[in-house]
């Protein structure tokens, strides 16, 4: 008799991260929000001003993040292509990128500057996790329109998280986005997880889903000296200042390229590794008008 596979969620770029969710293997995330955000939160929303450098929510119930009954339930029908966009009040939507379960999104969520924070992963766990740990959003998941619909979408106070692929959100390759478009995109280190043959192309869907006069707060991994083959290992991927310049200096729609902030990140893991620096870096990346 066929043995029947375990129904995986996502496709084979989503299957090694769907393996580390489950088995927790999520050395990259962090109870506090980033210190790119936290120092340069101001280039992508306005009146930023963090007092206190917040971290995780903490709640009176343990947190069950594999019970998604609990965690999630049913609202509203997912709304259209761009109803995720249709927000009268006053502030930005900011986009994250592959945002796993970060506490960046509650803390831009919490800001009076932001209308709204999008974040979208593959992994559904990693959603149902942030659900979980930040009850106060009163995130709930929305039925699927179709059956056949590649999202799945949770909403909350002025947050909604996409579980999906990114290399979807276009609708075909075209230039319509299944989640409207943004005054301001957070890439909290996510450029760096991809696999780099993929960069040219997730740099062009950002280039789809900014506004005009938009920004981009852009959060990288520099493996700059050691071992060769260490520093083209990944994940996290080695982008460093020239590759930065090198993807987003030819578009067409980009004003300017700043580097803001360098800082050294060699752990001990990596130093093991055969590496003798890392630098973290962030850019502040300007749309034209």
């Known amino acids: 008799r066929t043995r029947t596979k375990k129904k995986s969620n996502g496709n084979d770029r989503l299957s090694p991260w769907e393996r580390r969710w489950e088995n927790n293997q999520i050395g990259w995330h962090i109870n506090e929000i980033h210190d790119s955000l936290y120092h340069h939160g101001n280039a ?23 019970n998604t009954a609990n965690a999630c339930s049913t609202a509203e029908t997912a709304p259209d292509d761009n109803a995720v966009a249709e927000n009268n009040e006053v502030g930005v939507r900011v986009f994250v990128p592959l945002c796993g379960k970060t506490l960046d999104m509650a803390f831009l969520a919490n800001e009076r500057g932001v209308k709204e924070v999008v974040g979208i992963d593959g992994i559904r766990k990693a959603l149902v996790e942030f659900t979980n740990e930040h009850p106060s959003l009163e995130i709930q998941a929305l039925e699927k329109k179709s059956k056949d619909d590649k999202f799945e979408y949770f909403q909350g106070t002025k947050i909604t998280l996409v579980q999906g692929d990114y290399f979807d959100l276009l609708n075909y390759g075209s230039s319509h986005s299944h989640i409207g478009t943004f005054d301001a995109i957070y890439d909290r280190a996510s450029i760096v997880a991809i696999q780099p043959t993929l960069r040219q192309q997730y740099v062009q869907i950002l280039g789809q889903l900014i506004q005009p006069g938009g920004t981009i707060l852009l959060s990288t991994l520099d493996r700059r000296t050691g071992d060769e083959n260490v520093r083209k290992a990944g994940p996290p991927f080695s982008v460093d200042e020239l590759e930065v310049q090198k993807l987003f200096g030819n578009q067409s729609w980009v004003e300017s390229i700043t580097k803001v902030r360098e800082v050294d990140e060699l752990s001990e893991r990596f130093k093991s590794q055969g590496l003798t620096s890392m630098f973290g870096l962030t850019f502040i990346i300007r749309v034209k008008e």
């Open 44 to 66: 992508i929303v306005p009146g930023f001003s963090p007092q206190v450098k917040p971290s995780l929510e903490k709640t009176d119930e343990d947190v069950d993040t594999t």
